[in-house]
């Protein structure tokens, strides 16, 4: 199942189409519980700016990976390496 927009509190959480795994499904719901417990809006958007990079490169690189069981510690650190190479990419284009 393919998602558009999905808003929480009030806001756009994501706009740009994604699927929707287990691992998204678990994430809306750590999130929601984290909403429920009254953290910070800044702290969320902590959160979505922390893994919603890790979520697309996820579906672009691996979209066979949809449940936790599959993320193994390869796949991290493959995910690591990918965005130490992406700084580094930013990095050399701004030197120009």
């Not at 678990?26 to 922390?50: M, N």
């Not at 697309?56 to 995910?79: C, I, N, S, T």
């Amino acid at each position: 199942m393919r998602t558009k927009v999905r808003v929480i509190h009030g806001r756009l959480a994501e706009s740009e189409p994604h699927r929707t795994s287990a691992i998204e499904a678990a994430y809306q719901h750590f999130r929601l519980d984290k909403q429920g417990s009254l953290v910070s809006p800044k702290t969320l958007r902590h959160y979505e700016w922390t893994i919603r990079p890790f979520l697309r490169w996820l579906d672009d690189e691996h979209p066979q990976v949809a449940r936790f069981e599959q993320l193994g510690v390869d796949l991290v650190r493959e995910y690591r390496a990918w965005v130490v190479a992406e700084r580094l990419l930013l990095h050399a284009v701004r030197r120009r």
